[in-house]
């Protein structure tokens, strides 16, 4: 389950690099450039200031949406006051709807905020994902968990996005624990760079989610072709290291 | 034990991601305890008195006064130890640090004044500290970039966006999400997700008790008005809150208007803001239509912030307290005014709210004006504007 950045490093590359997980993606994690993304560490935040200053929106995103929503589930990841802006999340909710997205992970949103955004996403028949972290109590875990929609993320260690050498030790334990108190696939994200840390978190959860990495490559690498070649090989090294 | 507010109407909340939740809440109960504990008041009492030398003195300013054609007194937060209001929530909080376990604080700083109030109580408790502030704010704040580093912090530039107070909040908030669990973020104004509005609030308030006290007993009467600069919103916060139920005082919070309310370039987040999530609270925010969070513009850098405190939006719509706004260009002049009139040179951020009452003096009663800063770290900025030595004066 690949993420990217709409519009980054520019409109041409961002949509091939869509192309490229269109084909061989199980799921596309869609992130709307945001000014200030909390959740995100170095690589992704620098990626969402770099399309904003090429004039990147929402409507990028959408248009992206759009392009390959048919073909794969879509689920936008999305920061609140993105989702809250203009109309509120009814209007997001149906823009996302109407573009062909499957769902949304909104990550400055927990439970306690997420009631009437559900309830707008469930409305026009859109998944909130939510997120649960290491820190998240058992108690809280379980209370995620049953409001779940699509699947339910988890978030890998204690810290924003970005590529990671190592994974934690109790990062097994958080996923298997996860599982039992969710009904929807559990997915697992944050830090995961390689193919073998991908295939080690693949053995325990439902999907594993490579964010910064995939960024990083598509930003390196140059061009458009350049960039869904690189993201496209990583994609196809994963597989086999997942065997799926 | 009453537990701490996490939302003024439909302001505040916590917008943060789910990893920090787990801390907010921890923070959330150790506040609610804290704060009625009176071995912890007691403590705070004595480091108030005879750290930071508070009460901080009622003054009242007399040439002032007979310039505006009203009576004046000022709060002089100045006095407090490190220069500015921003001690009282520092102090406070990194002693709830200490209680709660954590060896390791950080901050984010603007003008530098909360950087300095947060090394110091570091410095004073034993604690490491770590604070981020953007570069363009390390450049006109010189000098407290230099007491941090005397006082053993480590100050850590941040160069995303313009560089200013907005990114130094992001850079804090990122370093808590990662070392969450040693860590306690001390953030400088009442801002931020729950419970951090209402728990610097709940520090700042002693500057309003004060004030209520000595006016009181200078004046035999409550004053009219009470005048706070407005950047993220703590000591205004903490001179309105023991008035609020006072329904004959108005409370009037100053913005800065920057280069204009009508050009792009201000800090006006509830005059010309919308409703919107910054920094893990819904209040009123600098934003275009898209919900992207606009940048700032303030000559002060304590109030080059597109957010603001969500009890003052609660505040703004209730109709309790009014909110105006002032161009860089009269906070500049009377920095050079109120240097000479009283001998005070004062924070530019401060500045902002005496250049309000000196275009709204006259009439009855009197007011009680929140002097939130001295100005001694803006003199290398305001000199380079070439406004030192006598645009106002
Ligand atoms: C002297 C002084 N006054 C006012 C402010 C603005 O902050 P607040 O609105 O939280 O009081 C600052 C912030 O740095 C400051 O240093």
């Known amino acids: 389950m690949p993420y990217m950045m709409a519009g980054y490093p520019d409109w041409e590359s961002s949509s091939a690099v869509a192309e490229a997980y269109a084909e061989s993606a199980d799921l596309v994690e869609l992130g709307v450039p945001f000014s200030d993304p909390l959740a995100d560490g170095p690589t992704i935040h620098a990626a969402a200031t770099a399309a904003l200053a090429v004039g990147a929106t929402l409507e990028t995103a959408l248009e992206i949406c759009e392009e390959i929503g048919e073909r794969v589930p879509v689920v936008f990841m999305v920061y609140a006051n993105m989702v809250l802006a203009h109309g509120g999340a009814d209007v997001f909710a149906r823009r996302a709807l109407a573009a062909g997205a499957a769902g949304a992970i909104v990550p400055d949103l927990p439970l306690e905020e997420a009631e009437g955004v559900r309830t707008a996403f469930d409305d026009a028949g859109l998944a909130l994902v939510p997120l649960v972290a290491p820190t998240t109590p058992a108690e809280r875990r379980a209370r995620i968990c049953a409001a779940a929609r699509g699947f339910v993320y988890v978030v890998s260690t204690v810290g924003t996005t970005g590529e990671r050498d190592e994974l934690p030790a109790e990062l097994a334990g958080l996923i298997s624990a996860t599982k039992e108190d969710a009904e929807v696939p559990v997915a697992v994200g944050f830090g995961i760079g390689t193919p073998g840390q991908a295939a080690e978190v693949g053995r325990v959860a439902d999907g594993v989610i490579v964010g910064s990495r995939l960024v990083r490559a598509a930003g390196e690498a140059g061009s458009a072709d350049a960039a869904a070649e690189a993201v496209g090989s990583f994609l196809r090294e994963t597989r086999v290291a997942l065997g799926s | ?393």
């Open chain 2, 1 to 393: 034990m009453s537990a701490v507010e996490e939302r003024f109407g439909p302001y505040g909340g916590r917008y943060v991601p789910e990893t920090l939740i787990a801390a907010l809440d921890e923070l959330a109960a150790a506040w609610a305890e804290a704060r009625e504990d009176p071995e912890f008041r007691e403590r705070l009492a004595t480091l108030h008195r005879d750290f930071i030398g508070r009460p901080t003195p009622l003054y009242l300013a007399e040439r002032l006064s007979e310039k505006t054609g009203r009576t004046v007194y000022l709060k002089r937060e100045d006095l407090a130890h490190t220069g500015a209001h921003k001690i009282n929530n520092a102090v406070g909080q990194v002693l709830l640090a200490q209680r709660m376990g954590k060896p390791r604080v950080i901050a984010e700083t603007g003008a530098g004044q909360h950087g300095v109030a947060t090394a110091t109580a570091c410095a004073l408790f034993g604690l490491e500290c770590v604070v981020y502030m953007g570069s363009e704010d390390i450049r006109r704040q010189r000098p407290n970039v230099e007491r941090m580093g005397l006082l053993g912090a480590e100050v850590v530039p941040v160069d995303a966006g313009a560089r200013t107070l907005k990114e130094a909040v992001s850079a804090a908030i990122r370093d808590w999400v990662a070392n969450v669990e040693t860590t306690h973020y001390v953030i400088g104004s009442a801002v931020g997700p729950a419970p951090f509005p209402a728990l610097v609030r709940d520090l700042q308030r002693v500057i309003g008790e004060e004030a209520r006290e000595q006016a009181l007993a200078a004046e035999g009467s409550l004053p009219s008005r009470v005048i706070a600069c407005v950047g993220g919103g703590s000591n205004s916060i903490g001179i309105f809150t023991p008035f609020v139920d006072d329904a004959g005082v108005e409370l009037i919070g100053v913005e800065a208007a920057g280069e204009g309310l009508d050009t792009d370039r201000h800090g006006a987040s509830l005059g010309k803001g919308s409703t919107g999530v910054l920094h893990g609270s819904l209040s009123s925010v600098i934003a275009d239509e898209e919900g992207q969070i606009l940048e700032a513009h303030s000559i002060s850098a304590g109030l080059d912030y597109p957010g603001v405190g969500p009890e003052h939006a609660f505040l703004r719509d209730s109709g309790r307290a009014s909110y105006f706004a002032v161009t860089d260009a009269q906070a500049l002049s009377a920095f050079s005014e109120l240097s000479r009139l009283e001998g005070i040179i004062p924070a530019l951020e401060s500045s902002h709210a005496i250049a309000w009452l000196l275009e709204n003096g006259g009439g009855a009663g009197y007011d009680v004006l929140c002097l939130s800063g001295r100005g001694d770290k803006d003199l290398a900025e305001v000199i380079e504007r070439g406004a030192g030595g006598g645009a106002g004066g």
